[in-house]
C-alpha cells in the first residue's frame, strides 16, 4: 500500500526551488506533447519562449508582455491574500467580467459627453462592480458558512450570462447593425484606457498592477493586518487566540480579490478589448489563480509569475499563427505549470511511503 506521510519539516530549499522545477516539467512535457503532435518540439518551445522577446517582430511584441501582463498580476494579488489565509476565491473571472461590465455602463452612461471625470467614474465603478460580485460568496460564508469556492465558482457562470445579456440588451451598441456588443470605447475618448507612452503597452491597468504589488508587498510584511492573513492560513487556531477575527478577515480578503480583478476587468474593457462582448473574458480569472501558485503567493513572486504567463500566451498566438498548433494544445501547456507546481509541493510537505501505516 502507497501512502503519503507528511514531512516534520519541509525542505526550504527545495520548496523555493519548487516553481522552477515546475517550469522545467513543463518544458520536458509540453515538448512531449508537441512532438506527439506532429511538431518539432524545441522549434515549438523557441516560438513560444524567444520570439516574443527576441525575435524579428520582438519591437512589436513586448508592449503585448505588459498588456496581458497586467490582468493576471492585478488579479492574482487579490487571490493572494485569500489563499494566504485559507479563503478561497475561485471566481475571479466572475469579478472580473462583473467589473467590465460595470465600468463599461458607467463610462457609455456619459456618451457622447466630454468630461475628464468620466475615467475615474468608470475606474470606482468597475472596483465597485467586482467587489459586490465578491461580497456573495463572502457574506454567505460569513453569515451561513457556505463554502466559498463552490459560491464563487458558480457565480462565474452567471456573470457570464449577464456578460451575454449586456452584450445582446442594454448595453448593445444602438449604431452597431443589430451586431451584438457594446459600443467601442476605443473610439471614446473620455472612457478610452489608452498607452500612457505610445507603442509601449503602458496603460493605467499595468500602473495599477504595480501598485497591487507594492501595497500588498507593505501589507503582508509590514502591517499587522498581512500578519494576520499570515497567522490565519498557516495557524488557524493561534490567530484566533491572538484574537484575529475570521468573518472580517474573510469580508476583507475576497472583498479585496473582487475590487482588484473587477479593475482588471474594467481596465481591460476600456483598453486592449475595447467593448463588452459575449466572448469578452478570455480567462484570466482562471489563469491567475496559476500565477498566484507560480509565484508562492508572494508579490514579487506573482509579478515575475505573471510576466511568464503573458509570453506562454503571446508565444502561444505565435506558434499557433507560424507551425499550426492548436489553441487547445498551448491551453494545456500553461496547465501543465499548474499540475506540475502542486504535484511538486505534495512531495515537498509529504513522502512516499509502502506498507500499512503506524498504529498511532
Known amino acids: 500500500m502507497i501512502r503519503l506521510e507528511k514531512r516534520p519539516q519541509p525542505s526550504r530549499a527545495l520548496s523555493l526551488s519548487t516553481p522552477i522545477m515546475a517550469v522545467l516539467a513543463t518544458f520536458i512535457f509540453g515538448g512531449l506533447l508537441f512532438a506527439v503532435l506532429g511538431k518539432d518540439p524545441v522549434e515549438a518551445l523557441q516560438t513560444i519562449f524567444w520570439q516574443p522577446l527576441?525575435?524579428?517582430?520582438?519591437?512589436?511584441?513586448?508592449?503585448?508582455?505588459?498588456?496581458?501582463?497586467?490582468?493576471?498580476?492585478?488579479?492574482?494579488?487579490?487571490?493572494?491574500?485569500g489563499f494566504k489565509a485559507g479563503i478561497w476565491n475561485i471566481g475571479a473571472e466572475g469579478q472580473y467580467i462583473m467589473g467590465a461590465i460595470f465600468g463599461a455602463a458607467m463610462g457609455l452612461?456619459?456618451?457622447?459627453?466630454?468630461?475628464?471625470?468620466?475615467?475615474?467614474?468608470?475606474?470606482?465603478?468597475?472596483?465597485?462592480?467586482?467587489?459586490l460580485w465578491a461580497m456573495i460568496p463572502a457574506l454567505l460564508k460569513v453569515r451561513?458558512?457556505?463554502?466559498?469556492?463552490?459560491?464563487?465558482?458558480?457565480?462565474?457562470?452567471?456573470a457570464e450570462q449577464f456578460l451575454a445579456s449586456m452584450s445582446l440588451g442594454l448595453l448593445k451598441n444602438p449604431e452597431g447593425y443589430g451586431f451584438p456588443g457594446s459600443?467601442?470605447?476605443?473610439?471614446?475618448?473620455?472612457?478610452?484606457?489608452?498607452?500612457?507612452?505610445?507603442?509601449?503597452?503602458?496603460?493605467?491597468?499595468?500602473?495599477a498592477a504595480l501598485i497591487a504589488v507594492i501595497f500588498a508587498y507593505v501589507l503582508l510584511t509590514k502591517h499587522r493586518l498581512g500578519f494576520a492573513i499570515?497567522?490565519?492560513?498557516?495557524?488557524?487556531?493561534?490567530?484566533?487566540?491572538?484574537?484575529?477575527?475570521?468573518?472580517?478577515?474573510?469580508?476583507?480578503?475576497?472583498?479585496?480579490?473582487?475590487?482588484?480583478?473587477?479593475?482588471?476587468?474594467?481596465?481591460e474593457v476600456?483598453?486592449?478589448?475595447?467593448?463588452?462582448?459575449?466572448?469578452?473574458?478570455?480567462?484570466?480569472?482562471?489563469?491567475?489563480?496559476?500565477?498566484?501558485?507560480?509565484?508562492?503567493?508572494h508579490p514579487i513572486g506573482i509579478l515575475l509569475a505573471g510576466g511568464l504567463m503573458a509570453l506562454t500566451y503571446i508565444g502561444?498566438?505565435?506558434?499557433?499563427?507560424?507551425?499550426?498548433?492548436?489553441?487547445?494544445?498551448?491551453?494545456?501547456?500553461?496547465?501543465?505549470?499548474?499540475?506540475?507546481?502542486?504535484?511538486?509541493?505534495?512531495?515537498?510537505?509529504?513522502?512516499?511511503?509502502?506498507?500499512?501505516?503506524?498504529?498511532?
Open 109 to 131: 452612461a456619459f456618451y457622447p459627453a466630454e468630461g475628464w471625470y468620466i475615467f475615474p467614474l468608470m475606474v470606482l465603478a468597475g472596483a465597485l462592480g467586482g467587489w
Open 316 to 360: 502561444g498566438d505565435i506558434a499557433q499563427s507560424n507551425l499550426g498548433l492548436p489553441a487547445a494544445a498551448i491551453q494545456v501547456f500553461q496547465g501543465m505549470l499548474l499540475f506540475f507546481l502542486l504535484a511538486l509541493d505534495v512531495f515537498t510537505h509529504y513522502r512516499l511511503r509502502l506498507g500499512a501505516a503506524e498504529a498511532a
Open 183 to 207: 459600443r467601442n470605447l476605443q473610439q471614446y475618448a473620455p472612457a478610452h484606457n489608452a498607452e500612457l507612452f505610445a507603442g509601449s503597452g503602458m496603460h493605467w491597468g499595468v500602473v
Open 270 to 297: 476600456a483598453g486592449p478589448s475595447g467593448q463588452i462582448t459575449i466572448d469578452f473574458n478570455v480567462g484570466y480569472g482562471f489563469t491567475a489563480i496559476i500565477v498566484a501558485f507560480l509565484g508562492r503567493l
Open 230 to 267: 499570515r497567522v490565519t492560513g498557516e495557524a488557524p487556531r493561534a490567530a484566533r487566540f491572538s484574537g484575529v477575527n475570521p468573518a472580517r478577515l474573510v469580508l476583507f480578503c475576497l472583498g479585496t480579490s473582487g475590487l482588484l480583478a473587477g479593475l482588471a476587468g474594467m481596465f
Open 144 to 158: 451561513f458558512g457556505t463554502n466559498e469556492i463552490l459560491v464563487s465558482l458558480m457565480l462565474v457562470y452567471v
Open 54 to 81: 527576441f525575435g524579428e517582430y520582438a519591437f512589436y511584441y513586448r508592449p503585448q508582455l505588459l498588456i496581458k501582463g497586467a490582468p493576471l498580476v492585478l488579479i492574482a494579488i487579490g487571490l493572494s491574500l
